[in-house]
């Protein structure tokens, strides 16, 4: 009797113990809407989409809010944003020590290698003999000492802003024009159109470098690091959502991408595909990929992901 009472404890115990880890499992409901940031560049619109499928097939809500980097990052400060994508590193050095020192983010993972972004020429023009930054300077009225960059606050443009100030290569009277992506890339398709010079901020991934026939300009390592502005892409959470949230943040975690997949996804969204169509095409056309996101990850309610999510993309 004491053995037959003795296992029906055991057995009691280890039922109250599966009840409490499956309590554990179901995501907190206040997670069910991350925040995310978006500064309206087209590979984080890209890979927002993508996050966005997957937390919605699991029974999360995303909110993916259009802000540019500075008030992003101030937005993860203040605790209205929970997660962003595009933390693109060395270029955003100067705002993750000051996010560091508030003690206000967390590192979750290096979400993409092999990115780069550095100033740019169309190739035609590197021809002509305008390969580094120090040769620009020498063209300057062909190119109408202009340099055209992306949206006002971008790191990027910083940086141009900082290397013109700063007079090197001999750019001190040249102007950082200032404008979205979208409106630098039509300006850079007309001036290639009319076979004018052009210099411009250019990087990968993006569809841009299959659009054009670019030049990516060498010795501007001082202002956007070596290997042509060579970057990783991390993956940031303000401080104490991963611990609050753990079940989307282990998703997140393990959410990585490489250059083909974010090519394919912009040129799809810069065609006018909507993000979450094209992560959802790309998704149903590359279902292997799910496999190692969703690893340890459950729904919100704390069911099994990977069926929901192929579920959900009718796999």
Not at 115 to 142: M, Q
Not at 237 to 262: H, S, V, Y
């Amino acid at each position: 009797m004491k053995r037959k009472a003795m296992l029906r404890a055991i057995l009691a115990s280890l039922a109250l113990g599966t009840s409490a880890l499956a309590g554990q499992a179901a995501e907190d409901a206040a997670c069910k809407t991350p925040r995310l940031s978006d500064p309206s560049w087209t590979d984080i619109t890209a890979t927002n989409g993508v996050a966005a499928v997957v937390l919605e097939a699991l029974g999360y809500a995303p909110d993916i809010r259009l802000l540019s980097v500075p008030i992003g990052y101030e937005s993860m400060k203040n605790r209205e944003i929970d997660v962003f994508l595009g933390n693109w590193m060395p270029a955003q050095s100067p705002f993750i020590e000051d996010l560091n020192a508030a003690g206000a983010i967390e590192v979750l993972n290096r979400n993409l290698t092999g990115a780069k972004f550095t100033l740019a020429v169309p190739s035609a023009v590197a021809e002509g003999g305008i390969r580094d930054f120090a040769d620009l300077a020498g063209h300057a009225d062909e190119f109408g000492r202009k340099i055209y960059g992306i949206e006002p606050g971008a790191p990027a443009n910083q940086s141009i802003a900082r290397m013109i100030e700063d007079g090197q290569f001999g750019l001190g009277d040249w102007e950082l024009v200032e404008s979205g992506e979208q409106a630098m890339l039509a300006q850079v398709a007309r001036e290639e159109k009319a076979g004018k010079p052009i210099v411009f901020l250019a990087w990968a991934p993006h569809p841009m470098n299959e659009q054009f026939a670019i030049t990516y300009l060498s010795g501007g390592d001082a202002y956007f690091g070596p290997d042509y502005g060579g970057a990783e892409v991390f993956t940031l959470a303000r401080k104490g959502w991963p611990e609050t949230c753990p079940n989307a943040a282990r998703l997140l975690r393990q959410m990585t991408f490489d250059i083909g997949m974010e090519n394919t996804l912009m040129g799809d969204i810069l065609d006018g595909t909507d993000a979450r169509d094209a992560a959802t095409a790309w998704l149903r056309a590359n279902p292997a990929a799910l496999t190692p996101w969703l690893d340890g990850v459950t729904t919100l309610d704390g069911q099994p992901a990977e069926p929901a999510v192929k579920a959900a993309l009718g796999l």
